[in-house]
């Protein structure tokens, strides 16, 4: 997905537009991913070892010679992280300034042709067009562990 600590300028899997917060069309259920194959469920061990962190996006900017990537600068409350996002078809990076979001923050950093990522920000997509970062509820705030 956008982040990128998985490949440079891919998307991960798509996840429920719900845990944006809803924001589909009123009256229209939210595309979900599709169910995991048989066998390739993830046990709840091996879930516990994803570490999911709220972060607030300090810095966005775009990536000269990326058609797909933002570079973001994220706080995660004890430190601050270099994350290169496949979200810049989606997102003007002057909108991002001061957002909170999720991030994998237990990914090993990945040495990428723009600088090395270091971590996954999260986000929704669906069968048709649109990408939406996730969004912690209010009160929430950067460092706090998702669970």
């Keep these: 997905m956008?982040?990128?600590?998985?490949?440079?300028e891919s998307r991960a899997a798509p996840v429920s537009a719900a845990a944006h917060g809803g924001t589909g069309p009123p009256g229209k259920a939210p595309a979900t991913a599709p169910a995991a194959a048989p066998g390739s469920a993830l046990s709840i061990d091996e879930f516990r070892k994803v570490d999911l962190r709220v972060v607030r996006i300090l810095e966005a900017e775009t990536v000269a010679g990326a058609d797909k990537l933002l570079k973001l600068t994220l706080d995660l409350g004890t430190e601050?992280?270099?994350?290169?996002?496949g979200i810049k078809s989606a997102y003007d990076p002057s909108t991002l300034k001061g957002r909170l979001t999720v991030?994998?923050?237990n990914?090993?950093?990945?040495?990428?042709?723009?600088?090395v990522s270091e971590g996954m920000v999260l986000a929704a997509s669906g069968e048709g067009p649109g990408l939406y970062l996730l969004a912690p509820d209010s009160g929430a705030t950067p460092g706090m562990k998702i669970t």
């Design 80 to 85: 601050q992280r270099t994350v290169f996002a």
């Design 103 to 105: 991030m994998v923050a």
């Design 2 to 8: 956008p982040g990128s600590g998985a490949a440079p």
């Design 107 to 115: 990914l090993a950093p990945r040495k990428m042709k723009f600088g």
